[in-house]
């Protein structure tokens, strides 16, 4: 079984806080991450290939550095990764991003599995993942949390949606998109990092992908944003004070008069 | 691709370098350097007072002859046997948009034993025709046929707008509609209007609500939207008119290569956070699991769910499903109470929308304070059982 996993290099927010006046992000010094939800999407695969045996491919677009994300999905244990960097990738939406990601996984050939994260933290859009599949004209399953790879030819996916549990058959080759609860990433092993190390990574350019140019990139992206502003400040803020029977009754009443449900 | 500096007109303020949400922008040698981390965003070209920055010739697509594509849709989701609130609250903004374009507005229901009654319904809160495909193999939603069922539809009606909801369905598998239209998507929108040329202008937050972004798709139609539940109202009119269109499908759009083999209804009924319009979560501050009892009485008594930080999850306090923030749900009910959360921004991203936010902490300093609409520096395990008792003496009264 040949899996590829799609991952995205993303800004770490762990140390940012939002700045009170200004509410924008605080960003000293901010370093790059892999995305959360991808972090699971590698683990998931790992995991199966720790039981089934699986070849485990790690792909992204980004700028060159994004080879680091890259090079520690190996440490944790894949086997392959490949890097779309080109200038003309830049600026893409999500159809563009899509479309790029989908040329790699047609050009690799024998795709059983495609899996991505959820979303990506900073566009939160949770698009990528089901376009690729439209564009690869195969079967999908968002929000998994489990899978289960038992027979052969097909899969059988837990997926949480807004109102429980739903279990899922699906044929393969697939893609599915993950969350939080398919398993915590492995920490990296010493003997997976010796080998991250020195392994080299495929970098592919549109001339590798043969994409029209007119389809990658900012050319390709169909959606344009045509403004960009801070959003309405709330109300300025009440710090409530005195005694707790003091706050209580404060609150309640600022509640009340705020006609808030449940009270 | 990145974002360009005109020297001519930079005086090398270096606001644009604390505005970048990407950190792609700085000052080196007494010039503004914009590294490849741009991502075009346009936040520097907003914030520089002197006009000296720019984004390059922004991209259109393969564009596509617009004529010919007339009205606004709306995805009318159905789960057994009911239609989800925020098709209704869709179909009053898209009534709106509707006018404006002085076009037809529809409603599209796909499910398996609809009656005339739900389609009524939608038309009461504005659609002035339903298209309703009526069929066994659509009782269970698959994106794959519920997308081939639009996608059909939409080829042949060739509306000019889509609207979904933003909802765990909506966001599956509009995205494949979207991809097989050829067509722009916008996620997750906040607010939706018209421009002139008729464009629909889609605004969205980004980089975790912290901006705004107003998105169009200017060369393909149908523009397509998902939106988030509980921002738009929804009106219901009376003696509204409609037609109510059954469609006759071509059995390829029943195909799919997934089945659905179980259905299991959430049982914790504290965890349907997302359509809770309170929520009261709990943090580290709890300081143990039966604790939480505290937080569970609250949300009982004003009817709402239980939210929790990754803090109290990682404990082992509370379920995954109940956190809130970047790897949990992002919610945005009419209040939500953090109580005993510190407030970091992968908590604050997931729950910034809410319309009234209480913190209840001890640490006055605490981040979620920024967020605050009311803050309460206080004991929680003083604070919340006084608060609960305020509460139930009013009932009392
Ligand atoms: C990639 C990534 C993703 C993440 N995703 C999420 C996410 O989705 N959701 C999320 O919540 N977090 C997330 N986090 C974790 C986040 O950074 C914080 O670690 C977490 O939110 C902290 O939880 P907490 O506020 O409960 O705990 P703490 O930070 O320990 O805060 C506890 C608070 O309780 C207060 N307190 C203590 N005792 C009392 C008392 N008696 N009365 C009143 N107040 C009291 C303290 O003053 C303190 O402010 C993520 C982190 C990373 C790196
Ligand atoms: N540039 C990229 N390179 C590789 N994978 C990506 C990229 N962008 C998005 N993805 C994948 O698509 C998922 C959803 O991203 P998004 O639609 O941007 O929220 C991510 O979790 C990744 O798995």
């Known amino acids: 079984m040949h899996i590829v996993v799609c991952i995205k290099q993303v800004p770490d927010t762990k140390n940012v806080r939002i700045d009170p006046d200004t509410h924008t992000l605080v960003r000293q010094g901010v370093e790059s991450i892999i995305n959360p939800f991808d972090m699971f999407a590698v683990e998931g695969a790992l995991k199966i290939k720790d039981e089934n045996g699986a070849r485990v491919t790690v792909l992204t677009m980004g700028p060159p550095q994004a080879a680091e994300a890259l090079r520690d999905t190996l440490g944790l244990g894949a086997d392959d990764a490949v890097l779309l960097s080109d200038r003309a990738f830049a600026g893409s939406d999500t159809w563009a991003t899509s479309t790029t990601l989908a040329a790699a996984v047609r050009k690799m050939g024998d795709v059983d599995l495609v899996i991505c994260g959820k979303q990506a933290v900073d566009g939160d859009t949770a698009q990528v993942g089901p376009e690729m599949a439209a564009l690869l004209d195969v079967p999908f399953a968002t929000f998994v949390k489990k899978i289960d790879v038992a027979r052969s030819g097909s899969i059988t996916v837990h997926r949480q949606t807004d109102e429980g549990t739903e279990v899922w058959k699906v044929q393969l080759p697939a893609l599915v998109t993950v969350i939080k609860e398919l398993g915590e990433p492995r920490v990296p092993s010493l003997r997976h990092k010796m080998r991250a190390k020195k392994a080299e990574i495929a970098v592919w350019g549109n001339s590798e992908l043969g994409l029209d140019p007119n389809s990658t990139g900012l050319c390709g992206s169909f959606t344009q944003v045509v403004r960009v502003f801070s959003p309405q400040r709330r109300g300025s803020r009440v710090q409530l004070e005195g005694s707790i029977e003091n706050q209580v009754e404060q609150l309640f009443q600022y509640l009340k008069k705020a006609r808030v449900p449940g009270l | ?397």
């Not at chain 2, 849709?73 to 179909?91: I, P």
């Not at chain 2, 060739?158 to 494949?176: D, H, K, N, V, Y």
Request: glycine share 10%.
């Open chain 2, 1 to 397: 691709m990145k974002a360009t500096v005109d020297r001519q007109k930079c005086t090398v303020c270096g606001v644009c370098t604390d505005a970048c949400p990407m950190d792609a922008i700085s000052l080196r040698e007494n010039r503004i350097e914009v590294s490849d981390d741009c991502s075009l965003c346009g936040i520097c070209v907003d914030t520089c007072e002197f006009g000296a920055l720019a984004l390059p010739d922004v991209g259109t697509g393969p564009s596509q002859d617009l004529a010919g594509f007339s009205g606004v849709w709306v995805f009318a989701e159905w789960r057994e046997g009911k239609v989800h609130r925020v098709s209704h609250e869709l179909l009053s903004a898209g009534r709106i948009l509707a006018d404006k374009r002085g076009v037809e507005l529809g409603a599209v229901l796909l499910g398996a034993g609809l009656d005339d009654e739900m389609a009524k319904e939608l038309i009461a809160f504005g659609a002035e025709v339903v298209y309703v495909v009526d069929r066994p193999e659509l009782a269970h939603f698959t994106d794959e046929r519920y997308s081939k069922c639009i996608v059909e539809l939409a080829r042949v009606k060739r509306p000019e707008i889509i609207l979904a909801g933003a909802t765990s369905m909506g966001r599956s598998f509009i995205p494949r509609v979207a991809a097989c239209l050829q067509t722009g998507l916008t996620a997750d929108c906040t607010e939706l209007d018209i421009a002139d040329e008729g464009h629909l202008l889609q605004t969205r937050p980004a980089f975790g609500g912290n901006v705004m972004a107003t998105i169009i798709c200017p060369n393909r139609r149908p523009q397509m939207a998902t939106v988030r539940p509980k921002v738009m109202k929804p009106v219901r009119g009376e003696g509204r008119q409609g037609r109510i269109e059954r469609v006759e499908l071509p059995d390829a759009c029943f195909e799919a290569r997934v089945e659905v083999l179980e259905v299991i209804a959430e049982q914790d009924q504290t965890a349907k956070l997302t359509e809770a319009d309170v929520i009261v979560s709990g943090g580290r501050g709890l300081r143990s699991g039966d604790n939480f009892h505290l937080i569970e009485g609250l949300a009982e008594l004003m009817d709402g769910a239980v939210g929790a930080s990754r803090g109290a999850v990682e404990e082992g306090w509370m379920a995954p499903s109940h956190q809130v923030g970047q790897t949990g749900r992002t919610v945005a009910p009419a209040l939500y109470m953090a109580v005993g959360i510190s407030g970091a921004v992968q908590h604050l991203v997931g729950m910034q929308g809410s319309q009234v936010i209480v913190a209840v902490n001890k640490d006055p300093d605490a981040p979620i304070f920024d967020v605050a609409t009311y803050g309460v520096v206080a004991d929680l395990f003083e604070f919340v059982p006084e608060f609960i008792k305020r509460i139930k003496r009013e009932r009392d009264e």
